[in-house]
């Protein structure tokens, strides 16, 4: 187990039991934007948000699109039927995923950052990693996500975009967390989990840590925001 969720306490079973673990085969699902090839210039790698599902929030990568990026969104592991109605769920029930719970955190967290890297390794089969800038965004939950795989990626991106959402406590900060990735932090003036909450902590914890990192902000909500989005992608510096 990595340092970093080594260093996590949790106790999970009851006196007299004892907590085991079973590795078994499991079914990963990911959507792609785009087609790799010799027009490829940028690589996203775009984690959703609590209750969300990959293809629909990968949509919103759609005015990226424009032959030279290829955008890639893993879908979280663990899926469940958003509202808690009695009974049967008909074929209209809405259905999100999440990352991870509470329970059994610290192998949620290593399943998680595994099956990141080996989507990683699967895209850059199909691309060469030395010839395009790679991008990595979390958005809301998926923002602790990205930070896990990001902290000790067998690939490291380029670019590191956190939006609306907070660092791992496990994290300790400082100036090489992340690598030599840019790091931007990105905020809707609207968003009622940023403008006080996560996204303000998350900034206090890099500054204080001395990690370099560039703020964003538009007029918005808890969302994603096309207009940011290209704006990002577009500046060959990648500054915001």
Partial sequence: MHAATAALREKTAPPGMETRHLRVGRTARWYSLGEPGPRTRQVWLACHGYGQLAARFLRRFESLDDGTRYMVAPEALNRFYIRPDPGPHGPGAPVGATWMTREDRLQEIEDYV???????????????????????????????????????????????????????????????????????????DDDPYGRDGADGRLGVRLEEGGRPFDVVRFHGGHELDASVLRSLASRPDGSP
């Fill in 114 to 188: 595994g099956y990141l890297d080996a989507l990683c390794g699967e895209v850059f089969r199909d691309v060469e990693r030395e010839r395009v800038e790679f991008f990595a965004v979390g958005f809301s939950q998926g923002v602790a996500t990205i930070c896990r795989w990001a902290a000790r990626a067998s690939v490291p991106p380029d670019r590191l975009i956190l939006w609306a959402g907070s660092l791992p406590d496990e994290l300790q900060t400082g100036p090489r967390l992340f690598g030599a990735a840019r790091v931007t932090l990105v905020l809707g």
